[in-house]
């Protein structure tokens, strides 16, 4: 299941990256309906449904200030809202690479994509990573 953040509503961005994931596709709106729901409680509801990968837009408030879990994983994409329309591309290219290839894998990663960069943390070491890569 991928749970876009809320600033990434109104896109398009479901029915894009419906056309290659093959799961679910929501807003986090979906999980708590009805409700602002603000960033803190964010992990939250993650922790409610099964294997969730999170995609935000929204870095400064989710990279490096979110830990770590087992049960979900967070993605905090370098985009401004002007190319928020890039995120299907992204994810793509990203669920591609070996660290993120599966749901199985991704749990528990904490990463920031950047155009030339991904950098991730996980519940498996306190170390960051940094993995090499181009969104072309």
Same mark, same amino acid.
């Given at each position: 299941? &991928?749970? *876009? %953040?809320?600033?990434?509503?109104?896109?398009?961005?479901?029915? +894009? &990256?419906?056309?290659w994931y093959h799961g679910s596709v929501?807003? &986090?709106? !979906? $999980?708590?309906?009805?409700?602002?729901?603000? %960033?803190? !409680?964010? !992990?939250?509801? *993650? /922790?409610?449904?099964?294997?969730?990968? @999170?995609?935000? &837009?929204?870095?400064?408030?989710?990279?490096r200030r979110v830990a770590a879990e087992?049960?979900?994983? *967070?993605?905090?994409?370098?985009?401004? =809202?002007?190319?928020?329309?890039?995120?299907?591309?992204? $994810? /793509?290219?990203?669920?591609? *690479?070996? +660290? @993120?290839?599966?749901? /199985?894998?991704?749990?528990?990663?904490? =990463?920031?994509?950047?155009?030339?960069?991904?950098?991730?943390?996980?519940?498996?070491?306190? $170390?960051?990573?940094?993995?090499?890569?181009?969104?072309?």
């Amino acid at each position: 299941m &991928i749970v *876009l %953040d809320e600033e990434l509503q109104g896109l398009g961005l479901e029915e +894009a &990256i419906s056309r290659w994931y093959h799961g679910s596709v929501i807003l &986090i709106k !979906a $999980l708590r309906p009805g409700t602002v729901i603000k %960033d803190e !409680a964010i !992990a939250g509801l *993650l /922790r409610r449904v099964r294997q969730p990968t @999170f995609v935000t &837009i929204n870095h400064g408030d989710f990279w490096r200030r979110v830990a770590a879990e087992k049960v979900f994983c *967070l993605l905090c994409l370098k985009l401004t =809202a002007d190319q928020a329309d890039e995120v299907s591309h992204w $994810l /793509r290219r990203l669920f591609k *690479l070996p +660290a @993120f290839q599966t749901k /199985r894998i991704r749990m528990g990663k904490v =990463a920031l994509l950047s155009l030339r960069s991904i950098q991730y943390y996980s519940v498996d070491d306190n $170390l960051t990573h940094l993995l090499h890569w181009s969104t072309k």
